[in-house]
């Protein structure tokens, strides 16, 4: 089943940046040559081999023109498995690049790897250039020597991502010949999307099935996505740009330091979406690890929707089960729109897009002072705050003091007084009332300070002199009742 209107990527739009691609067997380089030119830390670097499986995506700037760096998994050849859907991604690349950049290792020479590339280069007949990274305490062009039998490459960079040598002038050749792309050119706002979960939920398929495209390598396997990966596209004249992330494990479960770096790129990733999309594994139940990720969520305030994927071929007791399952332990978040799917089928995956719109529209939803101080008068008058102490709060006024998530600013008197039950019941009233699908509303009380607290007022000699005057007569009175008080005793 579909997901129906079909989706436009724009890595090669009609008029855009330079697609750049990096392309090489494994551990050359590429991700730290891609942060490099992106002047970022966004792809995970560590001495591991195949550590990039997805193509990822970063931007880069070089004395005014703009340009696109795609970073990809290294290729050998003999894939198999995992390896091959790798290797797939990196020849995808190429199709799709202006200028792919050919990454060896001048320190291990020349490889049959190498040379698996450069006939991959040859027939699909791209703009190819030789970057021979690693030179340190070589002789570049002796170190380089081996590769020219290659037969690939129309210049030669000699290149040490890792101590930023020959970085400059290598881009000073490279972008001279390229078009400069105008600032009409850059995408408007897109809405982000971070598909997060647990390992093996089917996270990546559902990004391949959004795309309508086979964009991230899906396998069978636990831990296949080691780094968050940003897809920018179009659909029916909206942008997006879908994160796909990492599956974050239980901490006692995680043993590679690779996955310590996956968890926090996952982490940032949602701090960076919009709309958080927490996808759960249907047959397995809803575990502690995927309210772990909900809660880290609403900390940091992003729209929420709950996809419940792998819904097909389950019989009707089982889905009762788990309705049930959701109702009972997702409670808190009842106002998160919940879509029960099948990623690996298309069912009920677009509907998703109705959620993400809803809830990018009330995270950045606008409203007046009159609005919210209106519908606060009206809470208050339905439902009065609860005495403390024998006094009661007053709530004179509230305001807009943000967006994603909305938070609304409420003045008044002994706020602090206020019970978390009437909190959690403005939110309800206010959510209900304004519309706001997917999103928690954060309060926030301010009370206004006693402007006469701390001054003391002086009295004047006649004041004191009337003061002491009144002072003595209030004794004299108090004698004479005290008085007649004995003798009518």
């Avoid at 990546?204 to 069978?220: A, I, K, M, P, Q």
């Avoid at 494990?249 to 926090?264: A, G, P, Q, T, Y």
């Avoid at 003391?456 to 009742?481: D, F, G, I, S, W």
């Amino acid at each position: 089943m579909t997901t129906g209107t079909p989706v436009e990527t724009i890595e090669a739009p009609r008029v855009a940046p330079p697609v750049i691609a990096l392309v090489g067997r494994p551990n050359v380089g590429k991700s730290t040559l891609f942060n490099r030119l992106t002047r970022s830390k966004d792809a995970i670097v560590a001495d591991f081999e195949g550590l990039t499986r997805d193509r990822k995506y970063g931007e880069g700037e070089f004395n005014g023109k703009r340009f696109i760096v795609v970073d990809t998994g290294g290729i050998t050849g003999d894939e198999t498995g995992i390896d091959a859907a790798m290797a797939q991604q990196s020849y995808s690349a190429m199709d799709e690049a202006d200028v792919v950049l050919f990454v060896v290792d001048a320190q291990s020479g020349c490889t049959a790897a190498d040379e698996v590339v450069a006939d991959a280069l040859r027939r699909r007949g791209k703009t190819c250039h030789l970057v021979v990274n690693k030179v340190d305490g070589l002789q570049p062009e002796a170190a380089a020597a081996e590769f020219f039998a290659l037969g690939v490459g129309e210049e030669v960079f000699y290149t040490s991502a890792t101590h930023n040598r020959g970085i400059r002038s290598m881009l000073e050749v490279l972008l001279e010949p390229l078009p400069v792309a105008s600032d009409s050119d850059e995408p408007g706002d897109s809405i982000r999307v971070g598909i997060i979960g647990r390992p093996n939920v089917g996270k990546s398929t559902l990004v391949n099935r959004l795309l309508g495209e086979e964009r991230v390598v899906v396998f069978d396997h636990p831990g296949t996505t080691r780094d968050s990966v940003y897809i920018p596209y179009e659909r029916q004249g909206r942008r997006y740009t879908l994160i796909d992330t990492a599956g974050v494990r239980r901490r006692k479960n995680v043993d590679l330091h690779v996955e310590k770096f996956s968890i926090i790129k996952t982490l940032q990733a949602i701090s960076d979406a919009h709309v958080v999309v927490l996808v759960v594994d249907a047959r397995e139940g809803i575990v502690d690890q995927d309210l772990h990720l909900l809660g880290y969520a609403l900390e940091k305030g992003r729209s929420l929707i709950i996809a419940i994927n792998k819904w097909d071929g389950m019989d009707p007791d089982q889905k009762a089960h788990v309705k049930a399952q959701v109702e009972l332990r997702l409670g808190f978040v009842n106002w998160a729109p919940v879509h029960f799917i099948s990623a690996l089928h298309g069912t009920g995956v677009g509907h998703l897009y109705d959620s993400i719109h809803d809830c990018h529209a009330s995270a950045f939803a606008k409203w007046s002072t009159r609005q919210l101080t209106d519908l606060l008068h009206d809470a208050v008058s339905d439902h009065p705050p609860p005495l403390v102490r024998g006094r009661r709060s007053k709530l004179r006024m509230a305001h807009q003091g943000g967006s994603n998530p909305p938070r609304v600013i409420v003045h008044g008197n002994l706020v602090d007084e206020l019970p978390n039950s009437y909190k959690r019941y403005l939110e309800n009233v206010f959510r209900k009332v304004l519309g706001v699908v997917g999103n928690p509303v954060r309060f926030e009380f301010r009370s206004g300070e006693n402007p006469f607290a701390g001054r003391v007022n002086k009295l004047t000699p006649r004041q004191q002199r009337k003061r002491a005057r009144l002072v003595q007569h209030v004794k004299k009175q108090e004698k004479k009742r005290k008085k007649k008080k004995k003798q009518g005793g």
